[in-house]
């Protein structure tokens, strides 16, 4: 009996003494924001209040965050049992982005142990975490993600999403944005980039344990049916005090959040917030603008008129802007050659929105086609002089004439004033180049690379032996391949192409490409060949195999050459170490042995001792088995390839990378720091 008594006497005082601090928690902690123009919240990042009361939390900027929190911090446990109130916040939130289909990146409601979350990154961490302490239980970080795009790695259900987020962006529980009608039970979707306000509610049952998530349309009342319901105890997750606030982040897409109005209580239900009084969304599209009841004779008559005139005007000028270059030997070349008009409204008067990057011969813009509707990429070259040019349009038009899975079809041409103009398919991937460097949103596994890989090589070996002339394309590198919708790799940028008849010999030209992809010879001789071109897919192999750039600056007075780093790694018996680190353990270790050795024997300073691209394509296949490398000997001089199977005779040394000292026929290096653009 006595027994009994005690144990019912220690219930009571535990329930007693939870009683006891919620009553106390229930003085304080709550607050109700109907707008914010008087309110003093912690802001940091391009988070600000706009003079009408608006929380904006990132306006019209790339990659940036914006956090808005209470300044004061707030107790969430219960000290003598260490349990999480019972909470609720209520808030109404509008996203506004700068194309009516594409947004970036979301908002979050957040309970977090700091205000601002310090070394939080933009894009799809929404400014609450970083890739460091993604997912780490040390975060103490509980959040509703209003995310606006699908990001696999956080394997996000889709680009227009609701979810509960436990110190990480993997959230425990997520639906389509969205909401229950009360009077059918059936979920209506909700589009959170629709420009509209809309209020969420956020309810946490520290008794039950439990959270629910809500949302509606502005203005249509709290649904009875919550959109996420999850059983979850947030006492291990949240400390004894916290902060609350709001994080938010843009990526590549111009994008503004706003927070219109926000409530908050400890142990109670927020209050309600008073809706008319919110401030509005900005304006979006053009203001509406009043009908006339009346007008006059002669405000019509002078409005004719003036009308009339600028009709000339404009004819006049849109004349002399669309004029083009037009001499009788390009009559020939009707079907390729674009109206410079046309290639003006596809590019949207090739505004930088429409840029898709830059090279050291040109910008390249997209484009839709105003007819056909066909997507483009059209490149802008400066030319100074006349010289040429006849020669240099009639190989563009007959590489126009190319047809292959693994070639960027060059569509034609148009010349105007002082620039010639590329037209080319569009490929929605984009160039190779971002996916390997520079930290990428998005990496190639090793499957995706070993197909781009082959599919360059059936490509060069297309121009090199297969079609009617020989095509040497002199600038093969990753920047120079695209990507298609099924990422498949294609060479790309004819630019510097030239052309010759099969059995003839090159002609010597001034040497152009890219810092380390140049052969040694090129730069001797001035002639570009198939094996240039077989040199620079060497360097080429290497980049995508490795993940690195031919030529790497590692100190004011010294760089890292690729081929040089990956014979290190030969030499000492450990060439799969030279491996891209973004591949981890998901690759093939004779593919990936097989390509780095192709890579080196391509990279040869001789170039007879270069395979062909014929040869190229059959050791990638296993049709071929590919020869053994020749032994490395370090000597005093540098490294040293002795002459055997792969490699002649010849050595580097280089004490500073300002003084080179080459032996030998030719050099590696040489070819790498010599000419370029």
């Given at each position: 009996?006595?027994?009994?008594?005690?144990?019912m006497?220690?219930?009571?005082?535990?329930?007693f003494?939870y009683?006891?601090a919620?009553?106390?928690?229930?003085?304080?902690p709550?607050?109700?924001y109907?707008?914010?123009?008087?309110a003093?919240?912690?802001?940091?990042?391009?988070a600000?209040?706009?003079?009408?009361?608006?929380?904006e939390?990132t306006?019209?900027?790339?990659?940036?965050?914006?956090?808005?929190?209470?300044?004061?911090?707030?107790?969430?446990k219960?000290?003598?049992?260490?349990?999480?109130?019972?909470?609720?916040?209520t808030?109404?939130?509008?996203i506004?982005?700068e194309?009516?289909?594409?947004?970036?990146?979301?908002?979050?409601?957040v309970?977090?142990?700091?205000?601002?979350?310090?070394?939080?990154l933009?894009?799809?961490?929404l400014g609450?975490?970083?890739?460091?302490?993604e997912?780490?239980?040390?975060?103490h970080?509980?959040?509703?993600?209003?995310?606006?795009?699908?990001?696999?790695?956080f394997?996000?259900?889709?680009?227009?999403h609701?979810?509960?987020?436990i110190?990480?962006?993997k959230?425990?529980?997520a639906?389509p944005?969205?909401?229950y009608?009360?009077l059918?039970?059936?979920?209506?979707?909700l589009t959170?980039?629709?420009?509209?306000?809309?209020?969420v509610w956020?309810?946490?049952?520290?008794?039950q344990?439990h959270?629910?998530?809500?949302?509606?349309?502005?203005?249509?009342?709290?649904?009875?049916i919550p959109?996420?319901?999850?059983?979850l105890?947030?006492s291990?997750?949240?400390?004894?005090?916290?902060?609350?606030?709001f994080?938010?982040?843009?990526?590549?897409?111009l994008?503004?959040?706003?927070?219109?109005?926000?409530?908050f209580?400890?142990?109670?239900?927020?209050?309600?917030l008073?809706?008319?009084q919110l401030?509005k969304?900005?304006?979006?599209?053009?203001k509406?603008?009043?009908?006339?009841?009346?007008i006059?004779?002669?405000?019509?008559?002078?409005?004719i008129?003036?009308?009339?005139?600028?009709?000339?005007?404009?004819?006049?000028r849109?004349?002399?802007?669309?004029?083009?270059?037009l001499?009788?030997?390009?009559?020939?070349?009707?079907?390729?050659?674009?109206?410079?008009?046309?290639?003006?409204?596809?590019t949207?008067?090739?505004?930088?929105?429409?840029?898709?990057?830059t090279?050291g011969?040109?910008r390249?813009?997209?484009?839709?086609?105003?007819?056909?509707k066909?997507?483009?990429?059209?490149?802008?070259?400066?030319h100074e002089?006349?010289q040429?040019?006849?020669?240099?349009?009639?190989e563009i038009?007959?590489m126009?004439?190319l047809r292959?899975r693994?070639?960027?079809?060059?569509?034609?041409y148009?010349?105007?004033?002082g620039?010639?103009?590329?037209?080319?398919?569009?490929?929605?991937?984009?160039?190779?180049?971002?996916?390997?460097?520079?930290?990428?949103?998005?990496?190639?596994?090793?499957r995706?690379r070993?197909?781009v890989?082959?599919g360059?090589?059936?490509?060069?070996y297309?121009?090199h032996?297969e079609?009617?002339?020989v095509?040497?394309?002199?600038?093969?590198?990753?920047?120079?391949?695209?990507?298609?919708?099924e990422?498949?790799?294609?060479?790309?940028d004819f630019?510097?192409?030239?052309?010759?008849?099969?059995?003839?010999?090159p002609?010597?030209?001034?040497?152009?490409?890219?810092?380390g992809?140049?052969?040694?010879e090129?730069?001797?001789?001035?002639?570009?060949?198939?094996?240039?071109?077989?040199f620079?897919?060497?360097?080429?192999?290497?980049e995508?195999?490795c993940?690195?750039?031919?030529i790497?600056?590692?100190?004011?007075?010294?760089?890292v050459?690729?081929v040089?780093?990956?014979f290190?790694f030969w030499?000492?018996?450990e060439?799969?170490?030279a491996?891209?680190p973004?591949?981890g353990?998901?690759?093939?270790?004779?593919?990936l042995?097989?390509?780095?050795k192709l890579?080196?024997?391509?990279s040869?300073?001789?170039?007879?001792?270069?395979p062909?691209?014929?040869?190229?394509v059959q050791?990638?296949?296993r049709?071929?088995?590919?020869?053994?490398?020749s032994?490395?000997?370090?000597?005093?001089?540098?490294?040293?390839?002795t002459?055997?199977?792969?490699?002649?005779?010849f050595?580097l040394?280089?004490?500073?990378?300002m003084?080179?000292?080459?032996?030998g026929?030719?050099?590696?290096?040489?070819?790498?720091?010599?000419?370029?653009r």
């Amino acid at each position: 009996m006595t027994t009994n008594r005690q144990t019912m006497f220690l219930k009571l005082a535990i329930l007693f003494s939870y009683l006891i601090a919620s009553l106390a928690a229930d003085e304080s902690p709550g607050f109700v924001y109907n707008g914010f123009r008087s309110a003093n919240l912690s802001l940091d990042g391009i988070a600000e209040i706009t003079p009408n009361g608006l929380l904006e939390l990132t306006n019209k900027t790339v990659q940036r965050t914006g956090h808005a929190f209470e300044p004061n911090p707030i107790s969430f446990k219960n000290s003598a049992n260490g349990t999480v109130f019972s909470f609720s916040t209520t808030f109404v939130f509008g996203i506004i982005p700068e194309y009516p289909k594409l947004s970036g990146h979301g908002i979050a409601f957040v309970v977090a142990p700091t205000r601002g979350l310090p070394g939080a990154l933009p894009s799809q961490f929404l400014g609450l975490f970083n890739r460091s302490n993604e997912g780490n239980t040390s975060n103490h970080v509980f959040a509703v993600e209003l995310d606006t795009i699908e990001s696999n790695e956080f394997f996000d259900i889709n680009d227009n999403h609701v979810g509960i987020d436990i110190n990480g962006l993997k959230s425990v529980d997520a639906a389509p944005a969205g909401y229950y009608d009360n009077l059918t039970h059936q979920v209506k979707n909700l589009t959170l980039i629709s420009t509209k306000p809309m209020q969420v509610w956020v309810e946490y049952d520290g008794v039950q344990k439990h959270i629910n998530v809500t949302m509606a349309p502005f203005n249509f009342g709290k649904p009875k049916i919550p959109l996420l319901s999850k059983s979850l105890d947030l006492s291990p997750i949240l400390n004894e005090t916290m902060y609350v606030g709001f994080s938010s982040s843009t990526g590549s897409v111009l994008t503004s959040h706003y927070v219109l109005g926000w409530s908050f209580k400890m142990n109670g239900q927020a209050q309600e917030l008073n809706l008319s009084q919110l401030p509005k969304l900005p304006r979006v599209g053009p203001k509406k603008t009043s009908k006339f009841l009346t007008i006059g004779l002669p405000v019509i008559t002078i409005s004719i008129i003036f009308a009339a005139i600028s009709v000339v005007v404009y004819v006049i000028r849109r004349a002399k802007k669309f004029a083009e270059v037009l001499e009788d030997w390009e009559l020939d070349y009707g079907p390729h050659r674009f109206k410079y008009k046309d290639l003006y409204i596809a590019t949207k008067g090739f505004r930088e929105k429409e840029l898709l990057g830059t090279g050291g011969f040109g910008r390249v813009y997209r484009g839709i086609l105003p007819t056909s509707k066909i997507e483009i990429a059209v490149k802008r070259i400066s030319h100074e002089s006349r010289q040429g040019m006849r020669e240099f349009v009639a190989e563009i038009v007959s590489m126009g004439r190319l047809r292959h899975r693994n070639l960027v079809q060059l569509l034609g041409y148009c010349r105007r004033k002082g620039e010639l103009l590329l037209v080319y398919d569009y490929m929605p991937n984009g160039s190779l180049d971002k996916y390997l460097y520079d930290q990428p949103k998005v990496t190639l596994n090793w499957r995706q690379r070993f197909r781009v890989i082959k599919g360059v090589a059936s490509g060069l070996y297309y121009l090199h032996e297969e079609w009617e002339q020989v095509v040497i394309h002199r600038d093969v590198k990753a920047s120079n391949v695209l990507l298609d919708a099924e990422l498949n790799g294609r060479l790309g940028d004819f630019g510097l192409a030239r052309l010759y008849d099969h059995g003839t010999d090159p002609q010597t030209t001034h040497v152009v490409g890219t810092l380390g992809y140049l052969a040694p010879e090129h730069t001797r001789t001035g002639k570009a060949t198939a094996s240039t071109d077989v040199f620079a897919f060497g360097a080429f192999l290497l980049e995508v195999a490795c993940g690195r750039r031919p030529i790497e600056p590692r100190a004011p007075t010294e760089d890292v050459v690729l081929v040089d780093w990956v014979f290190g790694f030969w030499y000492r018996g450990e060439l799969l170490e030279a491996r891209d680190p973004n591949l981890g353990t998901e690759y093939v270790d004779d593919e990936l042995e097989l390509v780095l050795k192709l890579g080196l024997l391509c990279s040869h300073s001789e170039p007879t001792a270069r395979p062909s691209m014929r040869q190229v394509v059959q050791y990638l296949e296993r049709d071929v088995a590919l020869p053994e490398l020749s032994d490395l000997s370090l000597s005093g001089s540098g490294l040293t390839f002795t002459n055997r199977e792969g490699f002649s005779d010849f050595a580097l040394s280089y004490p500073s990378s300002m003084g080179l000292s080459v032996t030998g026929s030719s050099s590696i290096v040489e070819s790498l720091l010599s000419g370029g653009r």
